[in-house]
């Protein structure tokens, strides 16, 4: 009560940031007379000024107005858009390093330019971060325009994209990118061997596009580069042979965690099935260490039959299983489970088995976007995670007020007992609305509801599109006609992300259709009859009441079923949304609905009817609060494991940088040197012990083998008053003047360039068996618990243990590998390019003999007596057209090119042969 009086009184703290930006917005309306009166060039060179003004030590904030204003004004003449008020404050927040919270259709895209174009001004860059490759090319073609009409640069990433391209995009002011490829990019940098092959510069400022999405939703699957493992296709078909004969006795499946376990009745019928398929050794149990490689496997077969279902949780298209994202609906193309999960499931739909890869790079997109310096964000809905936003992130989420009111109906929602009685009520429903031209978005949560209600639908007569993960490819265009009059789309998870539903339909799409319809009209001619008509179908929808928004089941996360709602009633226009659920829906069937069906019950419901109260309502939004609670449990488990290995992987990517960006490493391999010495002294030395004590024969073998010298260390132990560190110094001494004779042979320019590529070789080879034994032990230290020992103080000591090893085999490889090298002999160089030669002119035969065979041999003169339409493939061409050749004296040869076979007859290309010469 008497926080419901505060509020009135003082606001929340959501108005109170509010109104903290209206006075600056008042500034920057009161800059648009000014800025209207600057001709082109004049906004671009208010960008330099900017620019100036900042190295000179004044401060972004200071500068927003300004630059706030002249953002607005080159969009307003590159778009013809004018920013409304709330979309400055939009701005201003992310500018801040907040989430805005827009409603749907209320101009995200233009607001982000705001913040994008002042922070650019530093020149350090901003990523503007999007859900998939088509909107971030379209954001950056549409947004191209206001920043050029600013006078900056715009780039965009995509994949597969030329490494130049990609480049000179990370180079431009304003970079449109994919959450995936910015965090691919970002691991591949971090594997490259020359500091001019990378391509990300700094992570100074990004704002993430549906925020929500990218950063909590998909903060669960870390970004993997992999590489083939050993192919074990054979094990998977035999394993996944053995799970259709499972009963239900033998496993228990929870739904709620989405795990599946195996009884104690279920391992001995495995067990004794294993063995009899010879799978199992005889003799072996399941609970033989030995055995962990079948049980995993198996275990993963049950997963993927059980908890993974064909046409939601994964499709099969063109041979693959390619997995659905769970938010969106999209096909996530490229993704794949990991542990040989994936591998599980295409042994259970009977395609290609391709093999388990091992990690090669791996970050999560908390701890990759956690590297900005300052990061924003915007989305639809953001509210019901903000404790997770600013627990993880640091960022607070504003609710930016709508530019004009609301005007949607939201509607409780109709509970039936059973899903028949729903899916025939929603028919019945859209008929309804259909009759009355009343555009329908129908939501639903799988490819499979979404087919089966548009079955029902065509048995009912009406027209209407489907929208999912199998058609995806006309997303947009589908989503575009969604507000057409009388139009019924069923979209599976993904109502209209990325292109609004405007009533009547989007007109810019009628544009394009006509135009490329009617190729001989003028295009003006046909965008003014299509605006005009335009005109009359939105105010006949608007007259219908507006988009409808249907959704058949409630998601796990508010968030879904908000964004779903929110795509009806954008910008003040009419609209309606109702939940249609029932009993037997996967969210009200795990939590506890068996109460609420006796409640039913008891009240008499006859067939058809529906129960519809706000009790209802708030009674499933607890539920969802806390599925999304027990996720945020999860997530922020995977993150506290993921920042121990992440500490190490911001120490090893930094040490490969600096790596790359030093010319001369020999400081750096001199220390490993001497530590590696330390290191063997003390093992066959040991400190406070007696030269008759030690290890002298162990001491000159690991001499030899580690540091490639032959020391007289056994003749040093019978000296007196040799002890450690004179045996320490004297093996220094040897070892320095050996790599020192390498630099000479080598030159040092040579051997810098050696020791630089040895150094980055076996980081990266010991990082990637690092990251191979910490996901050993991460999927093992759980059982530590059982000693009631906490897993992750557990896994921090030991991965802390480890790293030291690493860093310890990492100096000793580096050492005994440098000590190895040497100049080839001119000898092994003669033989080397002799054996060079012979491929080259056994290549050369080879071409010779398919071309022979392949064409008829060119004469010398052509039948018209004109010189040869094409070169012949023997130095007799020379001959011909050189006056005075000879193939002994290379001053006749003229000037051949690098390709052509050599003058001398040798066979073997200029440049392999006399060419090499010059």
């Given at each position: 009560?008497?926080?419901?009086?505060?509020?009135?009184?003082?606001?929340?703290?959501?108005?109170?940031?509010?109104?903290?930006?209206?006075?600056i917005v008042?500034?920057?309306?009161?800059?648009?007379?000014e800025f209207?009166?600057l001709?082109?060039?004049?906004?671009?060179?208010?960008?330099?000024e900017?620019?100036?003004?900042?190295?000179?030590?004044?401060?972004?904030?200071?500068?927003?107005?300004?630059?706030?204003?002249?953002?607005?004004e080159?969009?307003?003449?590159?778009l013809?858009?004018?920013?409304?008020?709330?979309?400055?404050m939009?701005?201003?927040?992310?500018?801040?390093?907040?989430?805005?919270?827009?409603?749907?259709?209320e101009?995200?895209?233009?607001?982000?330019?705001?913040?994008?174009?002042?922070?650019?001004?530093?020149?350090?860059?901003?990523?503007?971060?999007?859900?998939?490759?088509?909107?971030?090319?379209?954001?950056?073609e549409?947004?191209?325009?206001?920043?050029?009409?600013?006078?900056?640069?715009?780039?965009?990433?995509?994949?597969?994209?030329?490494?130049?391209?990609?480049?000179?995009?990370?180079?431009?002011?304003?970079?449109y990118a994919?959450?995936?490829?910015l965090?691919?990019?970002?691991?591949?940098d971090?594997?490259?061997?020359d500091?001019?092959?990378?391509?990300?510069?700094?992570h100074?400022?990004?704002?993430?596009?549906?925020?929500?999405?990218?950063?909590?939703?998909?903060?669960?699957?870390?970004?993997?580069?992999?590489?083939?493992?050993?192919?074990?296709?054979?094990?998977?078909?035999?394993?996944?042979?053995?799970?259709?004969?499972?009963?239900?006795?033998?496993?228990?499946?929870?739904?709620?965690t989405?795990?599946?376990?195996?009884?104690?009745?279920?391992?001995?019928?495995?067990?004794?099935h294993?063995?009899?398929?010879?799978?199992?050794?005889e003799?072996q149990?399941?609970?033989d260490p030995?055995?962990?490689?079948?049980?995993?496997?198996?275990?993963?077969?049950i997963?993927?039959?059980?908890?993974?279902?064909?046409?939601?949780?994964?499709i099969?298209?063109?041979?693959?299983?390619?997995?659905?994202?769970?938010?969106?609906?999209?096909?996530?193309?490229g993704?794949?489970?990991?542990?040989?999960?994936?591998?599980?499931?295409?042994?259970?739909?009977?395609?290609?088995?391709?093999?388990?890869?091992?990690?090669?790079?791996?970050?999560?997109?908390?701890?990759?976007?956690?590297?900005?310096?300052?990061?924003?964000?915007?989305?639809?809905?953001a509210?019901?995670?903000?404790?997770?936003?600013?627990?993880?992130?640091?960022?607070?989420?504003?609710?930016?007020?709508t530019?004009?009111?609301?005007?949607?109906i939201?509607?409780?929602?109709?509970?039936y007992?059973?899903?028949?009685?729903?899916?025939?009520?929603?028919?019945?429903?859209?008929?309804?609305?259909?009759?009355?031209?009343?555009?329908?978005?129908?939501?639903?949560?799988s490819?499979?509801?979404?087919?089966?209600?548009s079955?029902?639908l065509?048995?009912?007569?009406?027209?209407h599109?489907?929208?999912?993960?199998?058609?995806?490819?006309?997303?947009?265009?589908?989503v575009?006609?969604?507000?057409?009059?009388?139009?019924?789309?069923?979209?599976?998870?993904m109502?209209?992300?990325g292109?609004?539903?405007?009533?009547?339909?989007?007109?810019?799409?009628?544009?394009?259709?006509?135009?490329?319809?009617?190729?001989d009209?003028?295009?003006?001619?046909?965008?003014?009859?299509?605006?005009?008509?335009?005109?009359a179908?939105?105010?006949?929808?608007?007259?219908?009441?507006?988009?409808?928004?249907?959704?058949?089941?409630?998601?796990?996360s508010?968030?879904?079923?908000?964004?779903?709602?929110?795509?009806?009633g954008?910008?003040?226009?009419?609209g309606r949304?109702?939940?249609?659920?029932?009993?037997?829906?996967?969210l009200?069937?795990?939590?506890?609905?068996?109460?609420?069906?006796?409640?039913?019950?008891?009240?008499?419901m006859?067939e058809?009817?529906?129960?519809?109260?706000?009790?209802?309502n708030?009674?499933?939004?607890r539920?969802q609060?806390?599925?999304e609670g027990?996720?945020?449990d999860?997530?922020?488990?995977?993150?506290?494991?993921?920042?121990?290995?992440?500490?190490?992987?911001?120490?090893i990517?930094?040490?490969?940088r600096?790596?790359?960006e030093?010319?001369?490493?020999?400081?750096?391999?001199?220390?490993?040197?001497?530590?590696?010495?330390?290191?063997?002294?003390?093992?066959?030395?040991?400190?406070?012990s007696?030269?008759?004590?030690?290890?002298?024969?162990?001491?000159?073998?690991?001499?030899i083998?580690?540091?490639?010298?032959?020391?007289?260390v056994?003749?040093?132990?019978?000296?007196?008053?040799?002890?450690?560190?004179?045996v320490?110094?004297?093996?220094?001494?040897?070892?320095?003047a050996f790599?020192?004779?390498k630099?000479?042979?080598?030159g040092?320019?040579?051997?810098?360039?050696?020791?630089?590529q040895v150094?980055?070789?076996t980081i990266?080879?010991?990082?990637r068996?690092h990251?191979?034994?910490?996901?050993?032990?991460?999927?093992?230290?759980?059982?530590?618990?059982?000693?009631?020992?906490?897993?992750l103080n557990?896994?921090?000591?030991?991965?802390?243990?480890?790293?030291?090893?690493?860093?310890?085999?990492?100096?000793?490889?580096?050492?005994e590998?440098?000590?190895q090298?040497?100049p080839?002999t001119?000898?092994?160089?003669?033989?080397?390019?002799?054996?060079?030669?012979?491929?080259?002119?056994?290549?050369q035969?080879?071409?010779?003999?398919?071309?022979?065979?392949?064409?008829?041999?060119?004469?010398?003169?052509a039948?018209?007596?004109?010189a040869p339409?094409?070169?012949?493939?023997?130095?007799?061409?020379?001959?011909?057209?050189?006056p005075?050749?000879?193939?002994?004296?290379?001053?006749?040869?003229?000037?051949?090119?690098?390709?052509?076979?050599?003058?001398?007859?040798?066979g073997?290309?200029?440049?392999?042969?006399?060419?090499?010469?010059?």
């Amino acid at each position: 009560m008497l926080g419901k009086l505060a509020r009135k009184v003082f606001g929340t703290p959501n108005d109170r940031k509010i109104k903290a930006t209206r006075p600056i917005v008042d500034k920057i309306n009161a800059l648009e007379p000014e800025f209207e009166k600057l001709d082109d060039a004049g906004l671009v060179a208010k960008t330099a000024e900017f620019r100036e003004r900042l190295e000179k030590g004044e401060s972004l904030d200071h500068l927003l107005p300004e630059a706030f204003a002249n953002c607005r004004e080159g969009a307003k003449r590159a778009l013809g858009l004018r920013a409304f008020d709330v979309q400055l404050m939009g701005g201003i927040f992310l500018h801040q390093g907040n989430i805005a919270e827009m409603k749907t259709g209320e101009g995200k895209t233009l607001m982000s330019t705001f913040a994008a174009y002042l922070n650019a001004l530093t020149g350090r860059g901003v990523h503007i971060v999007t859900v998939n490759d088509y909107l971030a090319k379209r954001d950056a073609e549409w947004m191209a325009k206001v920043y050029g009409a600013l006078g900056l640069t715009t780039g965009v990433i995509y994949p597969q994209q030329p490494e130049q391209e990609k480049k000179a995009a990370y180079e431009c002011d304003i970079t449109y990118a994919t959450n995936n490829e910015l965090g691919f990019d970002y691991l591949r940098d971090n594997m490259k061997s020359d500091i001019r092959q990378m391509h990300q510069r700094d992570h100074y400022f990004a704002i993430v596009d549906e925020v929500d999405s990218i950063l909590i939703d998909e903060a669960r699957t870390p970004l993997i580069i992999s590489g083939p493992a050993d192919d074990r296709s054979d094990l998977y078909v035999a394993i996944d042979k053995l799970i259709p004969e499972l009963n239900e006795d033998h496993y228990e499946v929870d739904e709620k965690t989405r795990n599946v376990s195996f009884t104690d009745e279920g391992n001995e019928y495995l067990e004794e099935h294993l063995h009899a398929r010879g799978l199992l050794p005889e003799g072996q149990s399941l609970y033989d260490p030995e055995s962990t490689t079948v049980v995993h496997h198996v275990n993963q077969a049950i997963r993927a039959h059980k908890l993974f279902l064909k046409d939601k949780d994964y499709i099969v298209r063109d041979g693959e299983a390619m997995l659905i994202d769970e938010f969106t609906g999209r096909m996530m193309s490229g993704r794949r489970l990991s542990d040989g999960l994936h591998q599980a499931i295409e042994a259970k739909e009977g395609l290609e088995i391709k093999p388990e890869n091992v990690t090669l790079a791996s970050v999560t997109f908390q701890n990759y976007f956690r590297l900005y310096e300052k990061l924003g964000g915007m989305t639809g809905t953001a509210s019901t995670e903000a404790d997770e936003f600013m627990e993880i992130y640091g960022l607070g989420v504003v609710e930016v007020p709508t530019n004009r009111p609301i005007a949607r109906i939201d509607e409780d929602d109709q509970v039936y007992r059973t899903a028949r009685e729903k899916y025939a009520a929603i028919v019945e429903e859209i008929k309804l609305a259909h009759e009355r031209q009343q555009p329908v978005l129908l939501g639903t949560t799988s490819i499979e509801k979404s087919e089966m209600l548009s079955q029902m639908l065509t048995q009912a007569g009406v027209p209407h599109n489907v929208l999912n993960a199998r058609q995806h490819e006309k997303e947009a265009q589908i989503v575009a006609d969604a507000g057409r009059l009388g139009a019924v789309t069923i979209a599976t998870n993904m109502a209209g992300r990325g292109t609004d539903i405007k009533l009547g339909g989007n007109v810019e799409f009628k544009i394009m259709e006509a135009i490329e319809a009617n190729p001989d009209r003028h295009p003006d001619d046909i965008r003014a009859e299509i605006e005009e008509a335009h005109k009359a179908d939105e105010q006949a929808v608007k007259d219908a009441g507006g988009l409808f928004v249907l959704a058949s089941e409630r998601h796990e996360s508010r968030r879904i079923d908000n964004q779903l709602r929110g795509r009806a009633g954008r910008q003040g226009d009419p609209g309606r949304s109702s939940f249609f659920l029932s009993l037997e829906d996967d969210l009200m069937r795990i939590f506890g609905s068996d109460r609420l069906d006796k409640v039913l019950s008891s009240l008499g419901m006859k067939e058809g009817e529906a129960i519809v109260h706000p009790w209802v309502n708030k009674s499933l939004e607890r539920a969802q609060a806390k599925v999304e609670g027990r996720n945020f449990d999860m997530r922020k488990q995977i993150l506290k494991f993921d920042d121990v290995m992440n500490d190490q992987r911001k120490m090893i990517f930094a040490q490969r940088r600096e790596i790359m960006e030093s010319t001369d490493q020999s400081e750096i391999i001199e220390d490993m040197r001497e530590d590696v010495i330390e290191d063997l002294v003390d093992t066959f030395c040991p400190p406070r012990s007696y030269s008759d004590q030690w290890d002298l024969q162990g001491l000159y073998a690991a001499c030899i083998e580690k540091l490639g010298i032959d020391v007289p260390v056994m003749a040093w132990g019978a000296e007196d008053g040799v002890d450690q560190d004179v045996v320490k110094e004297r093996i220094t001494e040897a070892a320095d003047a050996f790599m020192a004779s390498k630099e000479e042979a080598f030159g040092p320019d040579n051997m810098r360039s050696i020791e630089k590529q040895v150094l980055l070789q076996t980081i990266d080879k010991k990082w990637r068996e690092h990251l191979l034994t910490l996901e050993h032990l991460r999927s093992v230290i759980g059982f530590r618990s059982y000693a009631q020992r906490d897993p992750l103080n557990e896994y921090k000591n030991e991965a802390f243990q480890l790293f030291q090893n690493l860093l310890e085999g990492l100096r000793e490889t580096v050492t005994e590998q440098l000590s190895q090298i040497r100049p080839m002999t001119e000898e092994e160089r003669q033989q080397m390019m002799a054996e060079l030669r012979e491929q080259q002119q056994a290549m050369q035969a080879a071409l010779r003999a398919q071309q022979e065979a392949a064409a008829p041999v060119l004469s010398e003169t052509a039948a018209d007596g004109s010189a040869p339409t094409e070169a012949a493939a023997a130095p007799v061409e020379y001959a011909n057209a050189i006056p005075g050749f000879d193939e002994n004296d290379r001053s006749t040869w003229g000037n051949p090119g690098r390709n052509d076979l050599c003058p001398c007859g040798s066979g073997e290309k200029f440049k392999h042969c006399h060419g090499s010469l010059v």
